[in-house]
């Protein structure tokens, strides 16, 4: 069965980085694309990016734009997600989704989320 | 930048239909879908391409769209309805994907 399985949660200190790793199974990484999406405490889902794991290509938010990067290992079936400069209203609950197609794309299945905590 | 607006709350009671609007310019050229989420739980896609159900999702659980307003409906309500609904569509004039403000359905 398909399966996004991702990384632990993490505290974080402002103006520092933070890798959110997103492990696929169950299907081949390469044959759909992954967005990432965000949701700060008791607020609405936020649309960060998405990465099309066959040739690595990447589309950010205009307003993640400079800040955030998407890579992927394909022999480990695993997306990345790196967030720099991290601030307080970075706290958010961090998601993986895959997509089966490039645009006007539904999400069909979700990682379990990943906290971030950005706090001094 | 494209905006979807929904109502924060809807309110319905077991066995009525709860219609949860999403409101954006033009919505009605775009294919909308639709994602309910439970407190401490991943979003769930509960309908694709303004109305299609993926599997596992009932036959009560509708969508439409048309105009400036797309529409999830959930007939004969139920107590595990109870949840956060949010919309989203793919605004192609910035490449961007956008989703709506979430509904929050109560079952009284």
């Known amino acids: 069965q398909v399966q996004l399985v991702q990384s632990g949660a993490e505290v974080k200190k402002p103006g520092a980085s933070v890798k959110v790793s997103c492990k696929a199974s169950?299907?081949?990484?390469?044959?759909?694309?992954i967005h990432w999406v965000r949701q700060a405490p008791g607020q609405g889902l936020e649309w960060m990016g998405i990465?099309?794991?066959?040739?690595?290509?990447?589309t950010y938010a205009q307003k993640f734009q400079g800040r955030v990067t998407m890579t992927r290992d394909t022999p480990t079936s695993t997306v990345y997600m790196e967030l720099s400069s991290l601030i307080s209203e970075d706290t958010a609950v961090y998601y993986c989704?895959?997509?089966?197609?490039?645009?006007?794309?539904?999400?069909?299945?979700w990682g379990q989320g990943t906290l971030v905590t950005v706090s001094s | 930048s494209y905006v979807l607006t929904q109502p924060p709350s809807v309110s319905v009671a077991p066995g009525q239909t709860a219609r949860i609007t999403c409101g954006g310019n033009?919505?009605?050229?775009?294919?909308v879908h639709w994602y309910q989420q439970k407190p401490g739980q991943a979003p769930v896609l509960v309908v694709y391409d303004d109305s299609d159900r993926p599997s596992g999702i009932p036959e009560r659980v509708s969508g439409s769209n048309s105009g400036n307003t797309a529409t999830l409906t959930i007939s004969r309500a139920e107590a595990g309805d109870e949840a956060d609904y949010s919309c989203?569509?793919?605004?192609?004039?910035?490449?961007?994907?956008?989703f709506g403000t979430g509904t929050k359905v109560t079952v009284l």
């Open positions: 990465i099309n794991p066959s040739p690595g290509s990447t």
């Open positions: 989704a895959r997509a089966p197609r490039p645009r006007s794309a539904y999400l069909d299945y």
């Open positions: 989203q569509v793919w605004d192609s004039s910035r490449d961007h994907y956008v």
């Open positions: 033009n919505i009605g050229s775009k294919s």
């Open positions: 169950g299907y081949t990484l390469t044959n759909y694309y």
